[in-house]
């Protein structure tokens, strides 16, 4: 599928990645050849990724197409044939590559500049490398496929229309509180209709991370894991301590946020479907409603950001790579795909009318972005980025668009009830993110344990972060399972400290943006044009900012934050 900007130089223009023994023929060819010179190699590694760039659009396009209809048999069987068929074995032609190139005799002749974060990245693939892990690799991948299949399955009968969960949402926004406490229980209750199901999913998983990380001389998984996804520049004890900083931080401020709504809705305890209601009770924010379309208005937003970003985002409109309203027979969540032979962006997402649509297209908007700025790089390995910076794109882009919200509601107060409502997500992100870490942190640490060992210690993680105002009373059994809609523990382990660590460089894109707003943004698309070819500090400098999550960079970001709110809400009361 090779696009006219990108042409292929070396792959045949009618080949296809259509089955493994196609695939093997061209991987077969490559570790054949000479690499002796510096000439022979670097020419070696442009073809090299031109076939990894084919081939990784082939897997994105299954994937994102079984996302899209998880009840669609042909589109099932042809993402198991490649999660079955041929993922296997490329992983062990993968490592034959690497192993090729990191032994080529005229390696250290490359450019650093181009391919030093590359060669680090590679070394330590070979390194983790295992042949005995590829079988529990790609079972690993078949679970997390079933529970997209489990939860995209489920809905509910509401108002005698059948539901999806992502649409349920819009109910716990809406001011009749009984209605509120009818959705919640609704969506909850059938969660926990197949929460057995689940635990028996992520049972398996469990034990074959903890199996990979043993057939790697580890001790655990988490050493594993933060060695995959190149943790270079911190570790495990930087994340604990980011967690007390959290709780020091941002809980005092998230407990006087709630006693000031417990007090607002004139209420003796809140309970879990009081936190999404506006506490004045005006009408529930509804973007859609006053006649601009999800995808038109943020087109506008950013285009008031920056023309070039319209541009951009026109390239998904105009390419049919867009798929965002909530369905049955939909997997949950939202993110952003890259099709690399094409080098174009794809968006999925589950849209339900609501305010937290905008904000999710804007922050996928964020990563397309990057994918465009930085697509210009031969080597695929250039073309991404570390997850702290790539989450860094897309939440900047939430604040730099949230004053432009004019586009769908005109002028008014519902603008600036968006805006706080969007930086009190931003604060609550930061504990959740803590609890759904530190709970990943001793599932993996504690390899083994038992599933009443699981809810306890997920329960002393809500305790620790939880408040006081805060009433479970009769609906324990849901509180105790509340992490089973966390994907990424089912799809992406220990990807999510990531979220608040990315947050903070966000948030200092920000700031920049409010003292000077075209260098900010020219800081802003620098960095993204990086990709991979900087280290992970080196790509925040690039940015205008700091890659920092200690506790003082901490305070003073969310002390702005409550600033902000603060300004805000005197404008509205």
Request: aromatic share 10%; glycine share 6%; proline share 4%.
């Amino acid at each position: 599928m090779s696009d006219s900007t990108y042409p292929r130089q070396f792959l045949p223009a009618d080949f296809t990645a259509s089955s493994f023994e196609a695939i093997e023929k061209i991987y077969k060819g490559l570790l054949e050849r000479d690499l002796s010179t510096k000439d022979l190699l670097e020419q070696w590694c442009r073809d090299w990724s031109e076939v990894d760039s084919v081939i990784a659009e082939e897997s994105s396009r299954r994937y994102v197409k079984n996302t899209c209809f998880t009840e669609d048999p042909d589109v099932k069987a042809r993402f198991m044939e490649w999660l079955k068929d041929i993922a296997p074995g490329l992983k062990k032609i993968s490592f034959d590559m690497d192993r090729k190139f990191i032994d080529s005799p005229a390696l250290s002749e490359l450019d650093t500049a181009e391919f030093g974060m590359w060669i680090q990245s590679v070394r330590n693939s070979v390194e983790l490398f295992r042949e005995e892990n590829i079988p529990l690799q790609t079972e690993e991948k078949e679970l997390d496929a079933k529970y997209d299949e489990v939860i995209g399955a489920m809905t509910v009968e509401f108002d005698g229309e059948t539901r999806t969960l992502p649409y349920m949402g819009r109910i716990l926004e809406e001011t009749d509180r009984d209605r509120r406490e009818q959705a919640f229980r609704a969506v909850n209750d059938r969660i926990l209709q197949d929460q057995d199901q689940i635990q028996t999913i992520f049972d398996r998983q469990l034990d074959l991370r903890q199996q990979m990380a043993v057939n790697c001389g580890l001790d655990n998984y988490r050493s594993l894991r933060f060695r995959q996804l190149e943790r270079f520049d911190y570790g495990p004890e930087e994340c604990l301590q980011f967690h007390e900083s959290i709780e020091k931080v941002v809980m005092p401020l998230i407990k006087d946020r709630l006693e000031r709504r417990r007090e607002q809705m004139g209420l003796e305890k809140l309970r879990p479907w009081d936190t999404a209601v506006d506490p004045m009770g005006r009408s529930p924010l509804r973007p859609l409603e006053k006649g601009t379309p999800l995808i038109d208005g943020c087109r506008q937003i950013f285009g008031k950001v920056h023309p070039d970003l319209e541009d951009m985002f026109n390239i998904l409109i105009d390419g049919d790579l867009l798929d965002l309203d909530s369905r049955k027979g939909k997997a949950p969540g939202g993110y952003q795909a890259t099709y690399h032979e094409i080098r174009k962006p794809f968006i999925f997402m589950n849209a339900a009318g609501k305010q937290g649509d905008v904000e999710t297209l804007l922050h996928e908007g964020g990563h397309a972005f990057h994918s465009i700025e930085a697509r210009d790089h031969t080597l695929i390995a250039n073309r991404h980025a570390p997850i702290e910076y790539c989450e860094v794109a897309s939440m900047a882009m939430e604040l730099l668009g949230a004053p432009h919200l004019d586009v769908f509601y005109g002028e008014g107060e519902e603008v600036t009830r968006a805006r706080i409502d969007h930086l009190e997500g931003i604060i609550s992100l930061f504990p959740w993110v803590a609890m759904i870490d530190s709970f990943q942190h001793w599932l993996y640490t504690n390899p083994g344990h038992s599933r009443d060992e699981r809810r306890q210690t997920w329960l002393g993680i809500m305790d620790r972060f939880g408040t006081g105002q805060m009433d479970w009373t009769g609906i324990e059994e849901i509180r105790a399972h509340r992490w089973m809609r966390q994907s990424h523990l089912f799809g992406v382990p220990f990807y999510y400290v990531e979220y608040a660590i990315a947050q903070l460089g966000a948030l200092q894109v920000w700031r920049n943006h409010r003292n000077d707003p075209d260098e900010a943004i020219r800081l802003y698309r620098n960095g993204l044009s990086k990709g991979n070819t900087v280290t992970l500090p080196q790509l925040y400098k690039e940015t205008g900012t700091r890659f920092d999550f200690s506790y003082d960079n901490l305070s003073e970001l969310i002390e702005m934050v409550r600033e902000e709110i603060e300004t805000l809400e005197s404008a509205i009361v």
